[in-house]
């Protein structure tokens, strides 16, 4: 029998949670960026879940784990998520269940045999990213931009921040970086990948599904997530559920690509400024890494604020709708999406990125 994994004690049980199975990490946090005022102790103080291994008789332990992380979720601040897309899942078994043409409803342990949906490339990469909401989410990347370059101490006139910003946000334009990750699509398009995930996303319930993620990214929906998370206090998910959101957060890694978003954009604004700002008032590289590891030492809270997200967006599910959507992104359509689409969002920061610095660099004489 395998041997539960146990990692570093957590609290006062003497246990440890974390976020990814098989790994365990100190439970360190940094309390900056998107921490709320009152909370950092028990932020710093609750863990992230983790998988445990060779459950058999041990299933009533499990249980309880995990109605200790629902409970831990209750103390945890609202982060806004940038995107809404860590390793590993947990070990249990799976029950998938389905509505084929004729309407019969099916449960199995096998996941269900989708018919490829056939069509042109380049049309169902762009209807793949609409119905999905990758387009919707480049949307948000100049805005994103536009707050790391604001929160930038700068002795800049007002005409030649104005300028800088007009750069950047050209750089960062949606359609560009839409493009980007169109190109990505192409350059590793499977056609049997693509058929099985365009038949996923085209099912009513995907579709509703997505209509939920676009309500949830809605400006108006944050003070309702805010009191979504603080009603946990008295309305605990049962661990189920908190199963479920788990799975789906480490199949779709949405903390991790926020952590990495955010330092490519900390990483265009300080290039972008460099042509502009005299040598002896840049950061040093030493404090450009401190600033970097500060943004990833938020990582194991943007996890457990995820959780938090996904358990309000998909609060209208049933335990087997959820079931259903969270298998089809551990699938290996659904790995392959996933992935895919992650590559090219960070690659094509990386472009706008590179093209602002040329342009800052064009626009501005350099100061020594």
Not at 114 to 119: A, D, K, L, N, Y
Not at 322 to 338: C, N, P, T
Request: hydrophobic share 40%; net charge positive; proline share 7%.
């Amino acid at each position: 029998m395998t041997t539960p994994t146990r990692s570093r004690s957590c609290g006062a049980s003497g246990r440890s949670w974390s976020p990814t199975p098989g790994r365990s990490r100190p439970n360190t946090v940094a309390r900056q960026g998107g921490s709320s005022a009152g909370s950092s102790t028990d932020m710093s103080r609750s863990c992230a879940p983790q998988a445990v291994t060779g459950l058999g008789p041990r299933r009533p332990r499990r249980d309880y784990e995990l109605r200790r992380v629902a409970m831990k979720l209750r103390a945890i601040p609202w982060l806004v998520g940038l995107i809404a897309l860590a390793t590993g899942s947990l070990a249990e078994a799976k029950t998938y269940r389905w509505v084929n043409d004729q309407g019969v409803v099916t449960y199995s342990d096998q996941p269900p045999q989708v018919r490829p949906v056939e069509g042109e490339r380049d049309a169902l990469i762009a209807e793949a990213l609409d119905i999905s909401g990758i387009k919707k989410t480049l949307d948000t990347v100049p805005a994103h931009i536009r707050n790391q370059f604001e929160a930038r101490q700068t002795t800049l006139k007002p005409e030649d921040k104005a300028r800088v910003a007009r750069i950047l946000s050209d750089a960062f334009r949606p359609d560009g970086l839409n493009s980007a990750v169109r190109g990505a699509f192409r350059t590793n398009y499977d056609p049997q990948r693509m058929g099985v995930v365009m038949a996923q996303l085209r099912s009513p319930l995907f579709r509703r599904i997505a209509a939920l993620e676009l309500a949830a990214s809605e400006p108006g929906a944050k003070q309702d997530l805010e009191r979504f998370a603080m009603g946990l206090q008295g309305d605990i998910p049962p661990p189920a559920r908190v199963a479920l959101v788990q799975r789906h957060e480490a199949a779709m890694r949405s903390a991790e690509l926020q952590i990495e978003m955010g330092v490519v954009a900390f990483r265009a604004v300080v290039r972008s400024l460099e042509p502009i700002v005299p040598s002896e008032k840049r950061p040093t590289a030493r404090e450009t890494e401190l600033a970097e590891r500060t943004l990833r030492a938020q990582q194991e809270n943007l996890v457990r604020s995820a959780l938090v997200r996904w358990l309000y967006t998909y609060r209208s599910l049933s335990d087997e709708e959820l079931a259903e959507y969270v298998a089809f992104g551990e699938s290996d359509a659904g790995r392959w999406f996933v992935t895919t689409q992650r590559k090219g969002l960070l690659d094509a920061m990386r472009l706008a990125m590179d093209m602002a610095a040329r342009q800052m660099a064009a626009a501005f004489p350099p100061k020594r």
